[in-house]
């Protein structure tokens, strides 16, 4: 049972914006002060890679270097929801986006440290 849900995916084009959402299945999750909420993304036939981070208790942001400058990360605290701008989209940014939260704000980069996952919401970037 997903305990993160995505929202938000969709069809664009390329050159777009689109916003994609998480936030918890039910009202008890919780996201504590050491958490680190991730995005990460997969494409067919492609392994899945990480896109971006916020460290919870400092709103420390991380992003990947194929994203840097175009996406941007936010948390808002008392929602427990984290959301992706994602700006100046490309064919290559299409996939599917994943939510997930770690314990560990050392590893935000690594996706095997996530123990928490959403279902994922396409995103599809038309050239």
């Known amino acids: 049972q997903a305990q993160l849900v995505e929202s938000g995916g969709g069809l664009v084009q390329a050159g777009d914006s689109l916003r994609i959402f998480c936030s918890p299945s039910?009202?008890?999750?919780?996201?504590?002060?050491?958490?680190?909420m991730g995005w990460f993304r997969q494409a067919p036939g492609k392994e899945r890679e990480f896109v971006s981070a916020?460290?919870?208790?400092?709103?420390?942001?991380y992003y990947a270097d194929s994203v840097k400058g175009r996406f941007t990360i936010a948390r808002v605290a008392a929602e427990n929801t984290v959301y992706l701008q994602m700006n100046s989209l490309k064919s290559e940014d299409t996939g599917v986006y994943y939510c997930?939260?770690?314990?560990?704000?050392?590893?935000?980069?690594?996706?095997?440290?996530?123990?928490?996952w959403g279902q994922g919401t396409q995103v599809t970037v038309s050239s």
């Open positions: 997930a939260r770690n314990s560990d704000p050392y590893t935000w980069h690594d996706g095997s440290k996530y123990s928490v």
């Open positions: 039910e009202r008890t999750f919780v996201i504590y002060a050491n958490d680190v």
């Open positions: 916020v460290t919870w208790r400092n709103n420390k942001k």
